[in-house]
Nanobody, 123 residues
Framework: QVQLVESGGGLVQAGGSLRLSCVASGSTFSSDAMGWFRQAPGKERDFVAAIRWSPGSPYYSDAVKGRFTISKDNAKNTVYLQMNSLKPEDTAVYYC????????????????WGQGTQVTVSS
């Protein structure tokens, strides 16, 4: 089992920045990739960004490419999501997820999930 705890959400004005953190604990050796997803009210959960614990390129959705950056600190078992130039349409609950296999963009292919952190961007 892998436990994931997100933090860093909040209320920010459009154009502002936030940094989300996700700390993994438990059987972290079984985790190969980490992803960030988001879910707005009444909508499906969507892929945002993902990265492997091993060296490699990150993946981003078209909606956030160029504005968001995913990074990791292997020593701290922590993944970050730096969000810049935030827009009202970025408002959602952001979830961190872990996968026992390499990166996937599909929600259902992740094995463990955090509880989510709310990000609200005001116009």
């Amino acid at each position: 089992q892998v436990q994931l705890v997100e933090s860093g959400g909040g209320l920010v004005q459009a154009g502002g920045s936030l940094r989300l953190s996700c700390v993994a604990s438990g059987s972290t050796f079984s985790s190969d990739a980490m992803g960030w997803f988001r879910q707005a009210p009444g909508k499906e959960r969507d892929f945002v960004a993902a990265i492997r614990w091993s060296p490699g390129s990150p993946y981003y959705s078209d909606a956030v490419k160029g504005r968001f950056t995913i990074s990791k600190d292997n020593a701290k078992n922590t993944v970050y999501l730096q969000m810049n130039s935030l827009k009202p349409e970025d408002t959602a609950v952001y979830y961190c997820a872990s996968r026992r296999r390499p990166v996937s963009l599909k929600v259902y292919e992740y094995d463990y999930w955090g509880q989510g952190t709310q990000v609200t961007v005001s116009s």
